[in-house]
């Protein structure tokens, strides 16, 4: 089992650049699929990226490929979002989120929030225009 912290969040003008951080602890990191996730004010929550085990292949929607980037340290036991060129769409709670050891390569395939055995508790990112 795994728990995961959340930090980074903020408010930021559309433009401007955020990095979010998840630190995870209580078991081998390397053996999760990583996952961001957000969810606006009255929406569904959706996914972001997703980031392999070793970090040697990631993917995120298009409307942040470009912009957004997800990494991850195995050795700091810690997984990051760079977001950049930031918009007033992208305003959200940002969570983290992982799959059971196991299932790994169901969330990495899938993205649905159904296949997260783990969360954070979310951080807040506000863009303004």
């Known amino acids: 089992q795994v728990s995961l912290v959340e930090s980074g969040g903020g408010s930021v003008q559309a433009g401007g650049s955020l990095r979010l951080s998840c630190a995870a602890s209580?078991?081998?990191?390397?053996?999760?699929?990583m996952a961001w996730f957000r969810q606006a004010p009255g929406k569904e929550r959706e996914f972001v990226s997703v980031?392999?085990?070793?970090?040697?292949?990631?993917d995120s929607i298009d409307s942040v490929r470009d912009r957004f980037t997800i990494s991850r340290d195995n050795a700091k036991n810690t997984m990051y979002l760079q977001m950049n060129s930031l918009r007033v769409e992208d305003t959200a709670v940002y969570y983290c989120?992982?799959?059971?050891?196991?299932?790994?390569?169901?969330?990495?395939?899938?993205?649905?929030?159904?296949?997260?055995?783990?969360w954070g508790q979310g951080t807040q990112v506000t863009v303004s225009s």
């Open positions: 989120a992982a799959a059971r050891r196991e299932a790994g390569w169901t969330l990495w395939s899938s993205r649905q929030s159904r296949d997260v055995a783990y």
């Open positions: 209580g078991d081998v990191f390397s053996r999760y699929v």
């Open positions: 980031i392999n085990w070793h970090g040697t292949n990631t």
